[in-house]
């Protein structure tokens, strides 16, 4: 079993070109997940540079 580490995840966002949106427990989005929280939905957005486009 392996647990992720909230900057893990920013990390792994940051270098595919992402940023971290949102991180909550799941399947209850409107809480925040914490350090007693086993399932998470993490939301990334891309980011933009310059005059990219909408994908």
């Given amino acids: ?3 992720f580490f ?11 070109g992402m940023t ?3 991180l909550t427990a799941f399947p209850e989005i409107k ?3 914490d ?7 993490v939301v ?3 980011i933009r ?3 990219d486009q909408k994908d």
């Fill in 35 to 41: 350090e007693t929280t086993w399932n998470v939905l």
């Fill in 49 to 51: 540079r310059g005059n």
């Fill in 1 to 3: 079993m392996r647990y």
């Fill in 20 to 22: 971290l949106e949102s």
């Fill in 31 to 33: 809480k925040e997940a």
């Fill in 6 to 16: 909230p900057m893990e995840i920013e990390q792994w966002l940051s270098q595919a």
């Fill in 44 to 46: 990334g957005e891309k």
